[in-house]
């Protein structure tokens, strides 16, 4: 194999092993616990936070939505979530998990993002909002820096449809 081929392979081939998340259709995600932060509870209007896991991904249909801490990151699916919130669903059998990836925000910013999340609990209080201090599932799940994915999962937690980046 000449050089040109194996740099034209290694430049096709490159883009899909970057963006190669570890979700697949009909499992569940792979396993993760955050206990730095986790999940986001709002309680008589004070806010405090619990450790969290994916076990916790079953008994709904739910939208995970992994997203960096930053605007950007949010803006890449905003779309649907706004589909999501048009639709109005039933909170007993569907719920948004969102996990904000905050050691993936701008520096200084994390105060900003976790004051955000907690305006959003309050107008949502039915959904998940968790909050990763350290990356753990963007790392354990191989998902993309500075970005959002999404993941579709049945009411068994098991993976339905995923998407590591923008919807188009």
């Known amino acids: 194999m000449t050089l040109r081929k194996i740099l034209a392979l290694t430049c096709l081939l490159l883009p899909m092993m970057a963006s190669a998340h570890q ?92 004051s955000s999340l907690e305006s959003n609990k309050k107008l949502y209080p039915w959904s998940q909002f968790i909050v990763d201090s350290n990356g753990v599932a963007r790392g354990a799940w191989q998902l993309d820096e500075e970005s959002s994915a999404v993941v579709v999962l049945d009411k068994d937690g098991r993976v339905q449809w995923a998407k590591d980046g923008a919807l188009t």
Do not use: C
């Not at 995600?29 to 730095?36: K, L, M, N, R, Y």
């Not at 936070?49 to 905003?78: C, D, F, M, P």
């Open 23 to 114: 979700f697949e259709t009909g499992q569940r995600v792979p396993p993760i616990g955050i206990t730095d932060r986790g999940e986001l509870v709002l309680d008589k209007d004070q806010f405090s936070y619990k450790t969290w896991n994916s076990a916790q991904l079953v008994g709904k249909v739910r939208v995970l939505q992994h997203i960096a801490g930053r605007t950007s990151a949010k803006e890449k699916n905003a779309t649907l979530i706004e589909a999501i919130k048009s639709a109005k669903l039933p909170h007993d059998r569907y719920q948004t998990t969102t996990i904000v990836n905050t050691d993936d925000a701008i520096p200084g910013s994390g105060m900003f993002v976790r």
